[in-house]
């Protein structure tokens, strides 16, 4: 999963780091580590809170591949 990818999709739609981390109940430096690599591979519940807080904020346009990717 590239996880920078779904962030930078999130930040496109007007989401910074601090409203993410709200939004999926952590804390900004966790969303921080995800976004740059430092942390590859989040937690499984914090990765489907990301994952379905893109899929509701992203256009569906910009989601396309995104959906693609996490099927895979």
Known sequence: MDWGKLLSE???AGWDQSAVAAAVGVKPP?????????TADPAHSLGEAIRELH?????????DGAQERLRA
Do not use: Q
């Open 10 to 12: 999130l930040k496109a």
């Open 30 to 38: 966790s969303i921080s580590r995800i976004a740059t690599g430092v």
């Open 55 to 63: 899929r509701r904020v992203v256009p569906p346009a910009a989601n």
